[in-house]
């Protein structure tokens, strides 16, 4: 997006401080619709082609890049998508102020930036806190979605997922453990994951259920 920070560093003293606030479902929606979650959207083109596929589901893009929520906010009012919210988040930090416990169907971590140097490993954003987290957002047999084009990326996020000390979180590989996910099972595709595509790259995708 022209003129919108490419990145943010999550850990900076002004992403620490918790401060997302708590978003409301459109009031035309049924009460215990489906709610999906893209966390780190950026231009949100997944987030945006769900919403238009699926109208009677609530979606919700989150994003740390506040410019990035006010310009996806007025492209939904251009577009007339009465079922697509949009948020501030550090999901590292206070995700859980913007939803009640057991109320997310699915979340998707689609693309989470590289931070694939050793120096950087503490900004990798699937850690123990997040999954937590993550496991109390989500309903009854609710799904984490996650894909990267960067192998590395994805294989720390599935240690993540597939450590023992996670097994209490109930997490459980669709594609069967230490396994990736063939193909995209969603009816939309983010920005990301065209462009990994069109250049004939892997995307490295993961789908983890919980009971
Ligand atoms: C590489 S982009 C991927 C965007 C989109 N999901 C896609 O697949 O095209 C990663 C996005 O995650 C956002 N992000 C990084 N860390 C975050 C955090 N802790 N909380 C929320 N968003 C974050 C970045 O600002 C960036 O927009």
Request: hydrophobic share 40%.
């Amino acid at each position: 997006m022209r003129g919108i920070r490419q990145h943010v560093n999550p850990l900076g003293l002004k992403y620490i401080e918790p401060r997302a606030r708590p978003l409301a479902r459109p009031k035309h929606l049924a009460t215990d619709c489906r709610v999906e979650v893209e966390l780190g959207c950026a231009d949100a083109d997944f987030s945006f082609e769900l919403a238009a596929k699926r109208p009677a589901w609530w979606v919700v893009g989150l994003e740390i890049r506040e410019p990035c929520v006010t310009r996806n906010r007025a492209r939904a009012r251009a577009e007339g998508l009465r079922n697509i919210s949009f948020g501030y988040v550090n999901m590292n930090v206070d995700l859980d102020r913007v939803f009640a416990a057991r109320s997310v169907n699915r979340f998707h971590l689609l693309f989470p930036d590289p931070w694939f140097k050793a120096r950087h490993q503490k900004r990798r954003v699937v850690e123990p806190e997040l999954l937590t987290t993550l496991r109390e957002l989500l309903r009854p047999g609710g799904e984490l979605h996650f894909a990267s084009d960067v192998f590395e990326v994805a294989l720390a996020a599935m240690s993540e997922l597939e450590d023992p000390g996670c097994a209490e979180l109930g997490f459980t590989n669709l594609a069967g453990e230490w396994s990736f996910w063939r193909g995209n099972p969603m009816p939309a595709a983010s920005r990301r994951e065209r462009t990994t595509l069109a250049r004939t790259q892997r995307v490295w995708r993961m789908r983890y259920r919980v009971p």
